[in-house]
């Protein structure tokens, strides 16, 4: 046996030793409720069948540099990064992806000032624990502009000052 057929004998079986793990943690995702990160999890191992393929799993914080984010604000950033990914992210996903692309803070809690920004920009929507961008969203309750609240007028006299003020004004004269 060449060490070239050895080679190969071994990668076949690393390869199926790999795709009965991924089926292990894609099962295991699934009892815990985690979206699997294995596109192709789905698939079965078939002893001596045809391997799945696997793809490496997707980074989309390699296309970070350390000057994404610099002297923008943090809704800003979050926008910019998710229009980068094109998906929903969790609070700490953007948080992490916001520091590595140059985004200063100086926050103890950056991860709760994330998610307190974000939570009150019309800009994002909560999508199963995760943040979109309402955008993407259309029927999101935050996609309909909020209505202003009218402020009452006071009733003005000839003369041109409110009746709340005058009235005032008559009472501190009598004491």
Sequence with gaps: MSEKDSIESLLVKLKKERAELDITIAKLESVL?????????????????????????????????????????????????LNMVKRPAETNEIAG????????????S??????????????FTRVDKKWGLTEWY???????????????????????RSVKKRAVTENQEKD
């Design 33 to 81: 409720g985690i979206e699997s990160s294995d596109p192709n999890s789905h698939e079965e191992f078939v002893p001596g069948g045809a391997l799945p393929e696997v793809q490496p799993p997707v980074d989309n914080t390699q296309k970070l540099r350390s000057d994404t984010f610099f002297r923008m604000s943090m809704p800003a950033a979050a926008e910019k990064y």
């Design 97 to 108: 992806a916001l520091k590595s692309g140059g985004l200063l803070t100086q926050a103890k």
């Design 110 to 123: 950056f991860e709760l000032n994330v998610y307190t920004g974000l939570s009150r920009d019309k800009r």
């Design 138 to 160: 259309p029927s999101s309750p935050k996609s309909a502009a909020p209505k202003k609240k009218k402020r009452k007028k006071e009733p003005v006299r000839k003369s041109g």
